[in-house]
């Protein structure tokens, strides 16, 4: 009998109670990873954002825009790379509760900025070219089963033609999509043109620009000589990285970290105690039979291995099926949600976190019993009815 | 029998110190397990009650059609005289109707406990906008005067961001505004607005004319379809019509049902890490007076008490957890004020709410896991024969 088959005999010599262990380890890393693929997906924009994008708002706030004529003067301003602008849409299709995130962009800039996009050759031709284009995220276009060619009336929960009506009628010209799966694709754009010729009110107004600067050490040089320029303005701008933006975006829902990181605290003392006092007991139960191993000449470092090895193991047991079961879990849903929430997936990053924290927990609740195993004098533990 | 059962249950009660560990162990998860889910019930009911309470069945909101949310929505002057007009709004003692047109705007207001922007609602309002909330009243200062640059704001905006104190002086874009008084209607979702002269802020955010809403006192909650019957046939106008009510009960479904969703699975989840807890526990006790029970057997007490006795001891330890659990909530949450994005794009200020009828789901919860996992060690507890009395 080798060591390995004397931790697992011992392991399991209660099996009730070692599958329950199992399980509530298992709950741990469930919610932790779920929880952890979920906070990853929220924060996907600050991370996915190029370090020389900025966006330049409105100062008062991003809900209110700014006049046109801005748009070209920003992209005489030195550093600017390229230049785009944007207008919230405030889209939905047929029903006001079917809610599409839709902008009207500079079609070619837009590309330009947003580099990472990715759209074929040829559709991106038809898309500069035809009018009443749009451009569909890969996500978006799975919700709605849509695809290239299909004529698409959205509609408008904030704007209006001239002639009373709220639904401008596209065409989808492409289908982008980026090689990274946490850019979003869940949105779709359309020519600023087309949107702003047919509007009753509100023309020639952008609601907010994005540029690139080349180099992120520009960044901060750039940003002021754009709000300097319009500075005592009526539409004073201001003038941030794509991170910081998102950043201050996600902070005005709440502090969801916080949440998160509370829940998975709690979860985590729980099953930290029960696992934890329940080793103690197990131990304790052996105490003669770690006084008959000592007696036959197990050295005490091998017994406090021993001890130790069966908390690693029984933690890495249930945490292990615990990823795979947040791995399942995310894989089935992640489909569903990719339009409110792409890239909530499962990655390598959270699945590595996850087993060096499964390997602390088989140590922290080992450690106690493995010291007491390791000290105990030979006739105490004998004695010991 | 009876008697038999009390003896027992009295032996497990009583020797739970034995067995210490494991015993806290089992009430401190559970505990925790009803911390969680009671901590997001409280989230949900207390920004449910902010917002249902804001919600009036004889105010109707009329914005125009299709949008939703103030914030989307546009009216011209021309739209709001037509209104005003409009059979089933009630009329003051002057005979004009009780109406007020509202435009609102976004301002940012820096957070206390972060020091992060947060958008605020800056609403401009006309005289009629402070009889159109119940429970509307000024604590402290008074209303500002018509034409001026001056805001009273609500109370939540004080609890929640910095430089709005009575007196101060504040920059909102590129104006500075002064406060003079604080109102109150009673924690609803107004308490989270700033409110300012309907024309300073048309001229100062260059919407001269524009409003986006027109809240109108009915004469009763029916009046809404004479009302609604009106707007519709009248083609000069492309509006829609809601009680209070039914607006902010849409605008507020989302977040609560969010918070629902997630509060419920996580503590079940939970559970079943704590029931595994209690599992063992009550598996160490049996384990532990495995001779004792034995021994009762052998002088002539039946299984059934055996089982009973346990079962006594796995419901306590949760039902003391439970009650742990929902004080310890009740005391660090209850109250807590907290704000995050509402449907208007704009922060809503609440308090978590944590109200009996989560207690008592969270109690149920603990008693739901001392239940099963007290059950199959009773059940092994009954089946202990008598031989083991020797041990």
Avoid at chain 2, 168 to 192: H, K, P, Q
Avoid at chain 2, 314 to 319: E, G, P, Q, T
């Amino acid at each position: 009998m080798n060591d390995a088959t004397l931790i697992r005999k011992s392991l399991f010599r209660k099996k009730t109670r070692a599958i329950l262990l199992v399980l509530s380890i298992m709950t741990a890393f469930l919610i932790f990873a779920v929880l952890g693929a979920f906070s990853r997906a929220l924060n996907a924009g600050v991370e996915t954002a190029a370090a020389d994008r900025l966006v330049t708002l409105n100062a008062i706030n991003f809900t209110l825009d700014m006049p046109y004529a801005y748009y070209s003067r920003v992209a005489g301003i030195e550093g600017v790379e390229h230049v785009t602008h944007a207008n919230w849409f405030g889209g939905y299709y047929q029903d006001p509760r079917n809610v599409i995130q839709a902008f009207a962009v500079e079609m070619e800039s837009y590309l330009a900025v947003y580099g990472e996009l990715v759209i074929t050759a040829g559709d991106r031709d038809t898309l500069l070219n035809q009018r009443d284009c749009m451009a569909l995220g890969a996500d978006l276009a799975g919700q709605y089963g849509w695809s290239v060619g299909e004529q698409i009336p959205l509609s408008s929960n904030i704007w209006s033609q001239q002639d009373g009506a709220r639904a401008w009628d596209l065409e989808i010209c492409a289908i982008f999509d980026a090689e990274d799966e946490d850019v979003p694709a869940n949105y779709l754009i359309f020519h600023y043109e087309y949107f702003n010729e047919a509007l009753a009110f509100n023309r020639d107004r952008i609601g907010w620009m994005i540029l690139t600067t080349g180099d992120p050490a520009r960044n901060d040089a750039v940003a002021q000589a754009i709000d300097a320029q319009f500075a005592n303005s009526p539409a004073e701008t201001e003038t941030a990285t794509e991170a910081a933006f998102g950043q201050a975006f996600l902070e005005q829902v709440g502090n969801i970290g916080l949440i998160l990181t509370l829940v998975i605290g709690a979860a985590f003392a729980t099953i930290l105690m029960i696992v934890g006092t329940t080793m103690v007991m197990a131990i304790n139960e052996r105490t003669k039979e770690v006084a008959v191993m000592k007696t036959l000449g197990f050295s005490p470092p091998r017994i406090f291995t021993h001890v130790l090895s069966e908390s690693v193991l029984l933690s890495l047991l249930g945490g292990l099926l615990g990823l795979g079961l947040a791995a399942g879990m995310v894989t089935a849903v992640g489909g569903a949600l990719a339009g409110f929430l792409p890239g909530f997936r499962m990655t390598s990053d959270i699945a590595v976190q996850a087993v060096g924290l499964m390997v602390l927990f088989g140590v922290v609740t080992g450690l106690l019993p493995a010291v007491n195993a390791m000290r105990l004098n030979i006739v105490d533990g004998l004695s010991k009815d | 029998m009876l008697k038999q059962i009390g003896a027992v249950t009295m032996i497990n009660l009583r020797s739970i110190p034995q067995r210490w560990g494991m015993s806290l162990a089992t009430v401190l998860s559970v505990a925790l397990v009803v911390g969680v889910l009671l901590g997001f019930l409280a989230m949900a009911n207390g920004f449910r009650a902010t917002v249902n309470g804001t919600g009036s069945d004889d105010v109707a909101v009329i914005l125009s059609s299709g949008a939703q949310a103030e914030l989307n929505s546009g009216l011209g002057r021309d739209s709001v005289r037509l209104i005003e007009v409009a059979p089933g709004i009630a009329t003051d003692a002057a005979g004009d109707p009780v109406l007020s047109a509202e435009l609102y705007v976004i301002a940012d207001g820096r957070k206390r406990a972060t020091g992060t922007d947060a958008n605020l609602p800056l609403r401009g309002v006309g005289e009629n906008a402070a009889a159109l909330r119940d429970g509307f009243t000024l604590t402290e200062g008074r209303m500002f005067a018509p034409g001026s640059n001056e805001l009273v704001v609500g109370e939540g905006v004080i609890r929640e961001f910095a430089g709005f104190d009575l007196g101060e002086t504040i920059r909102l874009g590129a104006n500075e505004w002064r406060v003079v008084g604080v109102f109150s209607t009673g924690g609803s979702v107004f308490d989270s607005e700033v409110w300012a002269d309907l024309g300073t802020i048309q001229n100062l955010y260059q919407r001269t004319g524009a409003v986006q809403s027109v809240r109108a006192r009915l004469e009763d909650p029916a009046a809404l379809d004479r009302l609604k019957a009106y707007l519709e046939n009248e083609p000069r106008l492309d509006v829609e019509a809601s009680s209070e009510r039914e607006f902010f009960a849409a605008s507020a479904g989302g977040t609560s049902d969010l918070l629902m969703f997630l509060g419920w699975p996580l503590a079940i989840v939970m559970a079943v890490g704590a029931l595994a807890g209690a599992w063992n526990a009550m598996y160490a006790s049996v384990d532990a007076r495995t001779r004792e029970i034995a021994t009762l057997r052998a002088i002539g007490f039946a299984g059934f008490p055996a089982f009973v006795g346990t079962m006594a001891e796995s419901l306590l330890l949760a039902l003391i957890g439970g009650i742990v659990g929902a004080a310890a909530t009740y005391l660090v949450f209850d109250g807590v004020s907290a704000s995050t994005l509402g449907g208007g794009f704009t922060q809503i200020v609440f308090s978590f709410a944590v109200t009996p009828a989560a207690v008592i789901a969270g109690v149920t919860l603990a008693l739901i896991v001392g239940a099963f996992g007290g059950f199959f060690p009773a059940i092994r507890a009954a089946r202990v024969s008598i031989l083991r009395a020797q041990g």
